[in-house]
């Protein structure tokens, strides 16, 4: 398996790939995919529109689009790497409403919290080894930077954090999916409460904790949900750090987890190997189970365990979150995919 972190430093060949592939694979460049497919299984199927979010690339360009959050007022918001703007935010049109942000190179995981009816961000960067909270127009208002407090960081350019989640009383958990693998918790105020987790194979380590999010589907027990994506997995934290469980996706290298009522959305940013486009989006019911891959094959099950999925060669490039509105349709930014812009699925 090649790690993404090896195909970013062959970038001469990526992006050969990528260019031969995309005419390939990516419709909107051919013209010769079908006009807005349906994809999905059961009762979650979506009307696939590429060109929901393209834009004047010299006015509003992108490199990576990473992350999409929703503000109550249904804009959405999405951090991409293109030094000219690191935020562009979107109606649920596809018009462009505003572009900021110049401080974020490797603007990547990006936080939505709402407090006493006013909304901020946190904003991750692991270029710039920092994350950010912010107004919505980009006013920076906390900066948390190396945790010294942790002497594993002992060499500050460790400290590489990809997401960020926020508990109902405030304490913030930064997740270091690129640096050394350390859930790492603060109070609401930016004072150091603990540490968990770190690289490795054990049920309370991870292989790149790329995604975290606060499960607040049982309102008396919330919990974190936790990616370790090279491993295929979600697994589950009480609040202070105790391993709980873990959910094992073969084939599924999972980016974060978004809850909307019983359910969890993610993007699956690769199914085999980071040299090709085989992406997918997944969606995991109450019990844990996927129950629809837009994107990808019906999903089934031997045994109880997921059979790995199969890309359909035609949706995705490397789809790397999802973003749901008010009606339940999704919004898919993409990773290293040619400097596209995010596709809307339509539910159908």
């Not at 107004?135 to 400290?159: C, H, Q, R, W």
């Not at 699956?268 to 189970?289: E, Q, Y």
Request: net charge negative; proline share 5%; glycine share 8%.
């Amino acid at each position: 398996m090649i790690t993404r972190r090896k195909f970013i430093r062959n970038t001469a060949v990526a992006s050969g790939l990528a260019i031969s592939s995309s005419h390939s694979v990516f419709g909107i460049l051919t013209g010769k995919a079908e006009e807005n497919p349906i994809v999905g299984h059961g009762d979650f199927t979506y009307k696939v529109d590429k060109k929901w979010g393209i834009q004047d690339p010299s006015q509003y360009p992108v490199n990576d689009c990473h992350e999409m959050v929703m503000d109550k007022n249904q804009r959405l918001i999405m951090t991409t790497t293109h030094p000219q703007n690191n935020i562009l935010i979107y109606d649920r049109s596809g018009k462009i409403l505003d572009a900021w942000g110049t401080d974020f190179p490797g603007a990547h995981g990006l936080t939505l919290v709402d407090e006493g009816g006013e909304e901020f961000l946190f904003i991750t960067d692991p270029d710039t080894q920092k994350v950010c909270k912010t107004t919505l127009k980009g006013d920076i208002l906390m900066t948390f930077n190396v945790p010294n407090e942790i002497l594993a960081y002992e060499e500050s350019k460790k400290f590489k954090p990809t997401e960020t989640a926020v508990a109902p009383n405030g304490d913030i958990y930064i997740a270091d999916g690129y640096g050394m693998d350390f859930i790492i918790q603060y109070d609401a105020e930016g004072n150091y409460i603990r540490h968990f987790g770190g690289h490795g194979k054990g049920k309370d380590q991870f292989e790149c904790c790329h995604g975290i999010t606060v499960d607040q589907r049982d309102r008396q027990n919330p919990t974190l949900l936790i990616t370790s994506r090279s491993a295929n997995e979600f697994k589950r934290f009480t609040m202070d750090g105790q391993h709980l469980e873990t959910i094992k996706l073969p084939g599924c290298y999972v980016c974060r987890p978004v809850i909307k009522g019983d359910l969890i959305y993610f993007a699956v940013i690769i199914t085999n190997a980071w040299d090709s486009f085989d992406g997918m989006v997944a969606v995991l019911d109450k019990n844990n189970k996927v129950i629809s891959l837009p994107g990808g094959n019906k999903p089934q099950y031997q045994n109880r365990v997921l059979t790995p999925p199969i890309y359909d060669k035609k949706t995705f490039l490397n789809p790397h979150d999802v973003c749901l509105d008010n009606e339940n349709n999704i919004y898919v930014p993409q990773w290293n995919s040619n400097k596209t812009y995010p596709i809307k699925l339509t539910r159908v």
